[in-house]
């Protein structure tokens, strides 16, 4: 996809939806952390429904490492693969408040060094709760920059280079959550919803649904 695609692409998208945000619930930083952990191959919604219940009894990396493994799976236990998630979210705690007292890092480096925290994960936090304009390639957006043209790749680390060469600076914050967004929603897995997509002009799948 040309430069001038790409710009008309992002200009829809924006004036569409101008401060667009997660769909995960969160109160604070740390909170956001466990939640992007526990959407690992899960829906938003379902990480929402199971979170609402755990930030409330326990909303701190203490509380939670005061649960422990075993009674955390209790409340993610709606959550695929709540086993793992429930080992890396106490350790992941407990690290916080061995290292950083606390508190979310603001480095990349000691983000991915937290028990089940990779680059996805990292990006997600530099980007929303840090406002670094990175961005988070996850199968949504894997899907639509290949589908699209926008930014093709055989992996998400190539992906997400090629979107961050790709998007104009201006739009880089937001990229993020707009192709998530738009993913989700309209272009989606089984059969994109060409017929209400805002970047149809642009878009540049051979196979659109509206034709």
Sequence with gaps: MNPKKVRALFERLAAADPHPTTELEYATPFQLLVA????????????????????????????????????????????????????????????????HDGEVPHDRDALEALPGVGRKTANVILNTIFHEPVIAVDTHIFRLANRTGLAPGKDVRTVEDKLQKAV??????????????????????RKPDCQRCIIRGVCEFPERTDV
């Excluded at 201006?170 to 929603?185: K, P, S």
């Design 36 to 99: 992007v952990i526990l959407s690992a191959q899960a829906t938003d919604k379902g990480v929402n429904l199971a979170t609402r219940e755990l930030f409330r009894v326990a909303p701190t990396p203490a509380l939670i490492a005061a649960l422990g493994e075993r009674e955390l799976s209790g409340y993610i236990k709606s959550i695929g693969l709540y086993p793992t998630k429930a080992r890396h979210v106490v350790a992941m705690a407990n690290l916080l408040m061995q290292r």
């Design 168 to 189: 104009p600076a201006e739009y880089r914050q937001h990229a993020h959550h707009w192709l998530i967004l738009h993913g989700r929603y309209v272009c989606k897995a």
